[in-house]
């Protein structure tokens, strides 16, 4: 079974850079025809999706995050990486990792997500 497992600091001051990593078990982020994305849920608020990247390693990431979003990956530990600049109080929520095999923003696609994990921006 594949499984997910997002973890990285849960506090983050702001102007700083959040970095999450999502390891994954019982499966190859390169299989194709994958897609690993990065969603997140700020309290009270419904999922937002924030980027993906590819079984091939090509990136996609929501405009309205494009600018201060990155996504990357490492295959010898099957591991995808998020790094999100300049964050602010705003960007507090619960962020998850999840896999999709066709399209990115309907969220019934995926098939398999992380336990998510909180992320605070306070100073």
């Known amino acids: 079974q594949v499984q997910l497992q997002e973890s990285g600091p849960g506090l983050v001051k702001p102007s700083q850079t959040l970095s999450l990593t999502c390891t994954v078990s019982?499966?190859?982020?390169?299989?194709?025809?994958?897609?690993w994305s990065w969603i997140r849920q700020p309290p009270g608020k419904g999922l937002e999706w924030m980027g993906a990247?590819?079984?091939?390693?090509?990136?996609y990431y929501s405009p309205s995050l494009k600018s201060r979003t990155s996504i990357s990956r490492d295959t010898s530990k099957n591991q995808f990486t998020l790094q999100l600049s300049s964050v602010t109080p705003e960007d507090t929520a619960v962020y998850y990792c999840?896999?999709?095999?066709?399209?990115?923003?309907?969220?019934?696609?995926?098939?398999?997500w992380g336990q998510g994990t909180q992320v605070t921006v306070s100073s």
């Open positions: 019982g499966g190859s982020i390169t299989t194709n025809y994958y897609y």
């Open positions: 990247i590819a079984y091939s390693g090509s990136t």
């Open positions: 999840a896999r999709t095999h066709q399209g990115y923003s309907d969220y019934a696609q995926y098939d398999y």
